[in-house]
């Protein structure tokens, strides 16, 4: 079955702390693909990221970044020096090629930056 | 390049009654996915079109309806709403069908059902 799980409900951390949002999923696929998605308080979802499922490159764009780890089925967000701004609740996503397109969703994180 | 919009921004409706929701899908997009997001929850896959036609459903049921017109916009309708029902709808497109392609939300439509 298909799961993603975000065990971290809601983290505050103090601007200009670094902070890791941690994501494990579930899948019986070998093609997939994990997405980040960061949703302000506006209620938009703003996509950050998609990897598939056979790239386990790590990647960072400005202050994030993303640890993907097949061994462990994890792929972890990374924010470095905190910003106030960055204060959203965060998705991690899985899309299983073949499966309707649809994206599965973890409950979300939600993170507090607190000046 | 205009991105997804969602039409009206908020709703109030009685249990019972019927409410339709709008969505307009990034230039260029021509597959439409819905979402339903419950408080404190995350999105839940609704049901996908496709060139007009549904391509995949998550587990909702039949009361809960789409279309998409030939301009690849779409319409979410749920009938008998339930005050379950209330929640944040997310529309998202994206360029065509599979998983390659990523899916761009819109702002949401927050419903709320009395």
Redesign the interface.
């Known amino acids: 079955a298909q799961k993603v799980t975000q065990a971290q409900t809601e983290i505050s951390v103090v601007e200009k702390e670094d902070v890791t949002l941690d994501c494990v999923y579930e899948t019986r696929d070998t093609t997939y693909y994990l997405f980040w998605y960061k949703q302000p308080p506006s209620g938009e979802l703003v996509f950050l990221i998609r990897r598939n499922s056979f790239d386990e490159q790590n990647e960072i764009s400005g202050r994030y970044s993303w640890n993907f780890q097949k061994s462990t089925s994890s792929f972890n967000f990374t924010i470095t020096a905190s910003q106030v701004v960055d204060s959203a609740v965060y998705f991690c996503a899985l899309s299983e090629l073949n499966r309707d397109d649809k994206i599965i969703f973890g409950k979300g994180t939600r993170l507090h930056i607190l000046p | 390049e205009t991105g997804v919009t969602q039409s009206p921004t908020h709703l109030i409706k009685t249990r019972g009654q019927q409410v339709t929701l709008r969505c307009s899908s990034q230039s260029g997009h021509n597959?439409v996915?819905w979402?339903q997001q419950a408080l404190?929850?995350?999105?839940?896959?609704i049901f996908?079109y496709y060139r007009e036609e549904e391509?995949?459903?998550?587990n909702f049921p039949p009361r809960f309806s789409g279309l998409q017109f030939p301009n690849y916009s779409s319409e979410l309708n749920v009938n008998a709403l339930e005050l379950d029902d209330s929640a944040?709808y997310?529309c998202?497109s994206?360029m065509s069908?599979?998983?390659?392609d990523?899916?761009?939300?819109?702002?949401?439509t927050?419903l709320t059902v009395l």
């Open positions: 597959t996915s979402y404190g929850q995350g999105p839940q896959f996908q391509n995949g459903r998550g944040l997310l998202a994206s069908l599979g998983s390659t990523t899916q761009y939300f819109g702002p949401g927050r």
